[in-house]
């Protein structure tokens, strides 16, 4: 079975700032991906970025990097240059190589960004 | 339109009724999910289908019936709803390999009563 834990509810992050969203995930599993979706106030679930646990490198989508430690079994997401566009709600997920392609979600964070 | 739809957007039930929310994808994938949004909870797999005829349980499948007669189509039907099941419930569809491997639709809100 997966877990994803993401372990701050809300946040605060002022315009050009960055933000780093916490993820650490548990699974017995010895291949697996891990995705980061955006869920804006209007509710759709927009994929952001996505990390193969064998990658040799972050995975990086344009404002969007994915600080991978296999080690510490994280996988938490920096949003680089904030915009107010950035508030949404954030939710970490994952898939295991035996989950026939099912994903586990975190509980999300929700990020506010400041003017 | 190419994509995936959800219908009702938003639909009001009362407890013991019978509530049937459809999803509808135009791109052949060959897997289906539906996921339900509770606060605090994140996204919780209903149910999901790997291909026309081919069903099986997700995390929080009690209360909840499905059906794939055709590929684009997977509706998910609560029997008798209960205000547990107030949600907002998420179709999504994909196929696997590809890095992002899971559409979502816009989400129906059930609200029962």
């Known amino acids: 079975a997966q877990k994803i834990t993401q372990t701050q509810p809300g946040m605060f992050v002022q315009e050009k700032e960055a933000v780093t969203l916490d993820c650490t995930y548990d699974?017995?599993?010895?291949?697996?991906?891990l995705f980061w979706y955006k869920q804006p106030s209007s509710g759709e679930m927009i994929f952001l970025i996505y990390?193969?646990?064998?990658?040799?490198q972050n995975a990086t989508e344009g404002r969007y990097s994915l600080n991978f430690q296999k080690a510490r079994k994280s996988a938490n997401l920096v949003i680089s240059a904030s915009q107010l566009g950035d508030s949404a709600m954030y939710f970490c997920?994952?898939?295991?190589?035996?989950?026939?392609?099912?994903?586990?979600f975190g509980a999300g964070t929700t990020v506010t960004v400041r003017a | 339109d190419a994509g995936i739809t959800q219908s009702p957007r938003y639909k009001i039930t009362e407890t013991g009724r019978q509530v049937t929310l459809m999803c509808h994808q135009t791109w052949s994938h060959s897997y289906m999910f539906w996921y339900r949004q509770d606060l605090g909870h994140g996204l919780r797999l209903i149910y999901y289908?790997?291909?026309?005829?081919?069903?099986d349980k997700g995390e929080v499948p009690d209360g909840y019936v499905v059906s794939r007669s055709k590929t684009e189509n997977f509706p998910l039907t609560l029997e008798s709803a209960t205000r547990s099941q107030t949600s907002v419930y998420f179709c999504?569809?994909?196929?696997?390999?590809?890095?992002?491997?899971?559409?979502f639709g816009p989400g129906t809100r059930l609200t029962v009563l």
């Open positions: 999504a569809s994909g196929i696997p390999g590809l890095v992002n491997e899971q559409f």
């Open positions: 289908s790997a291909a026309a005829d081919i069903t």
């Open positions: 997920a994952m898939r295991g190589e035996f989950n026939d392609y099912k994903l586990s």
């Open positions: 990390q193969g646990s064998y990658d040799q």
């Open positions: 699974t017995s599993d010895p291949s697996y991906g």
